[in-house]
Nanobody, 127 residues
Framework: VQLQASGGGLVQAGGSLRLSCAAS????????MGWFRQAPGKEREFVAA????????YYADSLKGRFTISRANAKNTVTLQMASLEFEDSAVYYC?????????????????????WGQGTLVTVSS
């Protein structure tokens, strides 16, 4: 699976941004997908994840209510809609795919359980 993230950019605090991740491969529907982010000098952190079907979702507690993950299996894409952005949301955002496996929150939020990664897209929120 090859992943291509896009949609990053510069946005003012309080604004919104929509990130997309396009996946190659006919088996996209079989892969749980996740978004992670990494700010300079910080570790990569979990943002959100979505299972295969019917698409249960998981979010970092601090981001619930502001971020929404969704997937369109027919289009091989997963989207992260971000609202009410804050300066602290500035980071490189990565999409990732898991080979089918366990499905529970702590497993889905651990970057070590993801097998494929996109190249990242930069989000900069100006205060």
């Amino acid at each position: 699976v090859q992943l291509q993230a896009s949609g990053g950019g510069l946005v003012q605090a309080g604004g919104s941004l929509r990130l997309s991740c396009a996946a190659s491969g006919r088996t996209f529907v079989d892969y749980p997908m996740g978004w992670f982010r990494q700010a300079p000098g910080k570790e990569r952190e979990f943002v959100a994840a979505i299972t295969r079907r019917p698409g249960d979702t998981y979010y970092a507690d601090s981001l619930k209510g502001r971020f929404t993950i969704s997937r369109a299996n027919a289009k091989n894409t997963v989207t992260l809609q971000m609202a009410s952005l804050e300066f602290e949301d500035s980071a490189v955002y990565y999409c990732a795919a898991q080979k089918p496996g366990p499905v529970y929150a702590s497993y889905m939020s651990d970057p070590r359980n993801y097998d494929y990664w996109g190249q990242g897209t930069l989000v900069t929120v100006s205060s």
